[in-house]
Nanobody, 114 residues
Framework: QVQLVESGGDLVQPGESLRLSCEASGQIFSNYAVGWYRQTPGNLRELVARISYGGRTTWYADSVKGRFTISRDNAKYAVYLQMSSLKVEDTAVYYC???????WGQGTQVTVSS
């Protein structure tokens, strides 16, 4: 079973950038598409980006399109989310998960505030 660990969250100012990392252990990670999700208190977890198992196909929510870039390095069992031009409304706990889903990791907090 895949186990997921997210990292890279931080407190940044609007307009700054961050790169989140998702590292996997367990089953062969490269067999799965992977998505980045985010959740704010009182709201459902929403999918913001997805990458195919081979890395050739990506999808982004409209709210992050043009600002976030998802990528993966299957040799390192890792998926990344490069976030640029961050906005206050990007503040959330960010999670990664495979398709189909594995147990959720602990997430990583991203706070965008001036």
């Amino acid at each position: 079973q895949v186990q997921l660990v997210e990292s890279g969250g931080d407190l940044v100012q609007p307009g700054e950038s961050l790169r989140l990392s998702c590292e996997a252990s367990g089953q062969i990670f490269s067999n799965y598409a992977v998505g980045w999700y985010r959740q704010t208190p009182g709201n459902l977890r929403e999918l913001v980006a997805r990458i195919s198992y081979g890395g050739r196909t990506t999808w982004y929510a409209d709210s992050v399109k043009g600002r976030f870039t998802i990528s993966r390095d299957n040799a390192k069992y890792a998926v990344y989310l490069q976030m640029s031009s961050l906005k206050v409304e990007d503040t959330a706990v960010y999670y990664c998960n495979t398709f189909p889903r594995a147990p959720w990791g602990q997430g990583t907090q991203v706070t965008v505030s001036s």
